[in-house]
Every structure is written in C-alpha cells, then in structure tokens.
C-alpha cells in the first residue's frame, strides 16, 4: 500500500501504486456519473478497514480535443491523496511499459494514452528497473493529457533503497556476454507477494529486460508457478514484433527460474540461461 506525508486535501497530485486495488479520491467535486450506492470495505496502508461512500469516473480533457475518463475511480472523503492503482489498469486492458527511464501506458490498441518519467532516487533502478512494492514511485504527465493533474513522487526511505547501499555479491572473474542485438540478450525477474491484491487476485509480477534496446514487459500474475507460461509467451511475442530470436536468458537463479520444464524449454530452443547474483543484474 502507498505511505504519504502528504496532508493537503486539495492537491492536484495523482500517485500510480502498485498495491492499491482500485483507483481512490477524497475529491467528490471531480467525479461524474456519480453512484452513492456502490459502497465497498477498503484496507488503507495503516490497515484501518473503512467504507468508501461511491464510485464514479473523473473526465479529462485531451490536448487533440477530445474527452476520456478514469473510470471506476472510489471516493472516501478522508482520503488525502489521489491513487491510480496500476492492477485496475491492467485489469481494464491497458498495459505499462519502460522506455528508457519513461513509464508509457498503451491501450488495448497499443496508443499511448499516458507517458511519464519516472522520478526516484538513484535506487530506482535496482531489480530491473521495475515497480517494487515497498519503493513506491509515481507517474508524472508528459503533456499527453490536458487536466490531468500532475503526477509526482513521494519517495521515502525503504528496505530496496537500504538494499542497494550493500555490497553486491562478487561475480568472481566471469564476464558476462554483453547484447549486441535485439533479443541477444533478456534478463527476468519477479516481484511480489504484494500485501494487497489486484481486483484480478494478481500479487507478484513478472519483468522481462531487453539489454539492446532496455524495453521492458511486465505482466502480473497470482503466484510464482506461472512465471514459465510467461517466459513462453513472452519470447513468442518479442520474437514476432522483432523478427529476432532470444538468445541469452539472464535471471537471478530465483527458485521459479530453475525448474526442471524452464531449462529444458530453453535447450530445446537453443536459448542460453545464465544466472547472475541477485539484485545485480
């Protein structure tokens, strides 16, 4: 769940959170179609469980002219920050990729609706550049979307930052093959269990890293048991939009990365798996 000093009631700052389930607002002004009868229990991040007061959408204006929405957005008068919850996103169809340092959401037709860097310390990037629970980070607007508020982040100090002032583990005198193609080289990692679920009942993440080009897939998942039907999936349709194979699979050595089925899938396909120390990809 997202932590926040934020006490302003009246800011304009939306905040993308990875564990919360459903978009959230204590701004009942923004909301249309407003229905007071759709009442839910919620768990905020101080466990507190608390009944919202309704649901409605909250419309935004395009720089093209056009309206959209952010649908299905909660509303519970003492909430003091704005939510956007990333598995309600992905839940509706859209899906959220990394281009060098820039989080872009794309629509079930793969348009850009939303592009945002992403705004962190220098531990962002650690665990593949990937939305980690326990470091929260935002999405800010690129101008793609006219009264959208803008979206900052609130960093804090947690255990992936404290993490990352460690020593890594040494490699030794291996030197790992470096991309020099699409697909030569992919590291894979997976996040989770979030303490909240997605509304699909989704609480780990799987990422998927292309060395040569740093594009980035992620894919949400309920357990750890599924990540081999994603890597499957994942190299069909890397393999098809880039007309190249994958060729160096790099992990962590993570148990859902040593089953017996991964490592003969990749044999049979002449990938390479190489394990790197944990963290350090």
């Given at each position: 769940?997202?932590?926040?000093?934020?006490?302003?009631?009246?800011?304009?700052?939306?905040?993308?959170?990875?564990?919360?389930?459903?978009?959230?607002?204590?701004?009942?002004e923004?909301?249309?179609?407003?229905?007071?009868?759709?009442?839910?229990?919620?768990?905020?991040?101080?466990?507190?469980?608390?009944?919202?007061?309704?649901?409605?959408?909250?419309?935004?204006?395009?720089?093209?002219?056009?309206?959209?929405?952010?649908?299905?957005?909660?509303?519970?008068?003492?909430?003091?920050?704005?939510?956007?919850?990333?598995?309600?996103?992905?839940?509706?169809?859209?899906?959220?990729?990394?281009?060098?340092?820039?989080?872009?959401i794309?629509?079930?037709?793969?348009?850009?609706?939303?592009?945002?860097?992403?705004?962190?310390?220098?531990?962002?990037?650690?665990?593949?550049?990937?939305?980690?629970?326990?470091?929260?980070?935002?999405?800010?607007?690129?101008?793609?979307?006219?009264?959208?508020?803008?979206?900052?982040?609130?960093?804090?100090?947690?255990?992936?930052?404290?993490?990352?002032?460690?020593?890594?583990?040494?490699?030794?005198?291996?030197?790992?093959?470096?991309?020099?193609?699409?697909?030569?080289?992919?590291?894979?990692?997976?996040?989770?269990?979030?303490?909240?679920?997605?509304?699909?009942?989704?609480?780990?993440?799987?990422?998927?890293?292309?060395?040569?080009?740093?594009?980035?897939?992620?894919?949400?998942?309920?357990?750890?048991?599924?990540?081999?039907?994603?890597v499957?999936?994942?190299?069909?349709?890397?393999?098809?939009?880039?007309?190249?194979l994958?060729?160096?699979?790099?992990?962590?050595?993570?148990?859902?990365?040593?089953?017996?089925?991964?490592?003969?899938?990749?044999?049979?396909?002449?990938?390479?798996?190489?394990?790197?120390?944990?963290y350090?990809?």
């Amino acid at each position: 769940m997202m932590t926040t000093d934020c006490s302003n009631k009246g800011s304009y700052t939306w905040y993308l959170d990875s564990g919360c389930s459903n978009h959230m607002t204590g701004h009942k002004e923004w909301l249309v179609n407003f229905d007071s009868t759709k009442r839910n229990k919620v768990k905020l991040a101080d466990n507190r469980v608390v009944l919202t007061q309704g649901i409605g959408d909250i419309p935004l204006k395009m720089q093209n002219g056009r309206k959209a929405y952010i649908t299905d957005v909660i509303f519970f008068p003492d909430m003091k920050t704005n939510l956007i919850s990333l598995g309600q996103l992905h839940e509706k169809g859209f899906s959220m990729e990394l281009h060098n340092g820039v989080m872009e959401i794309c629509d079930s037709l793969k348009k850009t609706i939303l592009s945002a860097p992403l705004l962190c310390n220098k531990t962002f990037q650690v665990k593949l550049s990937i939305l980690d629970s326990q470091c929260l980070k935002l999405l800010s607007v690129k101008k793609l979307v006219t009264g959208l508020p803008e979206i900052k982040l609130q960093s804090k100090v947690c255990d992936t930052c404290l993490t990352s002032k460690e020593a890594r583990t040494s490699f030794g005198n291996h030197s790992q093959t470096r991309a020099i193609d699409l697909l030569h080289v992919v590291y894979s990692d997976v996040c989770g269990p979030f303490e909240v679920p997605s509304l699909g009942g989704n609480r780990y993440f799987v990422s998927f890293v292309d060395e040569f080009s740093r594009k980035k897939w992620i894919y949400l998942i309920k357990a750890k048991s599924e990540v081999f039907d994603h890597v499957k999936k994942f190299k069909a349709l890397a393999e098809r939009q880039s007309g190249k194979l994958l060729r160096i699979f790099r992990t962590d050595g993570g148990g859902e990365f040593t089953s017996k089925e991964l490592e003969e899938y990749c044999e049979g396909h002449r990938i390479i798996h190489e394990v790197t120390a944990p963290y350090t990809p």
